[in-house]
């Protein structure tokens, strides 16, 4: 089975920075997969912030485009996202995802959610 583990979420300042981690097991071929985080807020729907293909290409929402970053280690089969000047409005539950087909399409695979206060 298909296992996606968040680590890093933590409260923080607003400015601040955060290394949210995803550790994937179960899967044949990690890089082939789209990999993502998405983000949900209270009260609000579910949001996807980055996403990035198997070959490092890279998407972000508008709200978090200059500020956040994605990005893989195919060899560890490990996604990463680089949070910095971290605002309120950032603090959600942050999950990671992964699909093998193309990305933009949604996705199959979501880990549990790592939460992110920001204040």
């Known amino acids: 089975d298909v296992q996606l583990v968040e680590s890093g979420g933590a409260s923080e300042q607003v400015g601040g920075s955060l290394r949210l981690s995803c550790a994937a097991s179960?899967?044949?071929?990690?890089?082939?997969?789209?990999m993502g985080w998405s983000r949900q807020a209270p009260g609000k729907e579910r949001e996807t912030v980055a996403e990035i293909t198997g070959d490092g290409r890279t998407t972000y929402a508008d709200s978090v485009k200059g500020r956040f970053t994605i990005s893989r280690d195919n060899a560890k089969n490990t996604l990463y996202l680089q949070m910095s000047s971290l605002k309120p409005e950032d603090t959600a539950i942050y999950y990671c995802?992964?699909?093998?087909?193309?990305?933009?399409?949604?996705?199959?695979?979501w880990g549990q959610g790592t939460q992110v206060t920001v204040s």
């Open positions: 995802a992964g699909d093998p087909g193309a990305c933009g399409f949604g996705f199959d695979y």
């Open positions: 179960g899967i044949v071929a990690y890089s082939g997969f789209c």
